[in-house]
């Protein structure tokens, strides 16, 4: 089982840069993905890493804003949100993968989720 905790949002000014957390009770040698969520819609793919830090995957959105990293010694794996933009406001959520082999960046493929944490970005 793995336990996951985000950590890093809050309430920005348009521009501003954050860097989410996710800390894992366990080690971080899953594939780790990030995703967001806005009040009445689907929950949305941001980013992937593979269990190597190797590979790496990102939706058109935030691809050359946002940069997905891990540091599997600290348990731990980063979103890295450069140029935020009011469109970036929702609750973001790690999850973690148990596959071995594929890049998943869908919801339904991943096993574990943290609780999220609330990203604002004011105009």
């Known amino acids: 089982q793995v336990q996951l905790v985000e950590s890093g949002g809050g309430l920005v000014q348009v521009g501003v840069s954050l860097r989410l957390s996710c800390a894992a009770s366990g080690r971080t040698s899953y594939t780790m993905g990030w995703f967001r969520q806005v009040p009445g819609k689907e929950r949305e793919f941001v980013a992937a890493?593979?269990?190597?830090?190797?590979?790496?995957a990102y939706a058109d959105s935030v691809k050359d804003r946002f940069t997905i990293s891990r540091d599997n010694a600290k348990n731990t794996v980063y979103l890295q949100m450069n140029s935020l933009k009011p469109e970036d406001t929702a609750v973001y959520y790690c999850?973690?993968?148990?596959?071995?082999?594929?890049?998943?960046?869908?919801?339904?493929?991943?096993?574990?989720w943290g609780q999220g944490t609330q990203v604002t970005v004011s105009s």
């Open positions: 890493i593979d269990r190597s830090g190797r590979r790496t």
């Open positions: 999850a973690a993968d148990l596959a071995v082999v594929i890049l998943h960046i869908t919801p339904d493929k991943y096993d574990y």
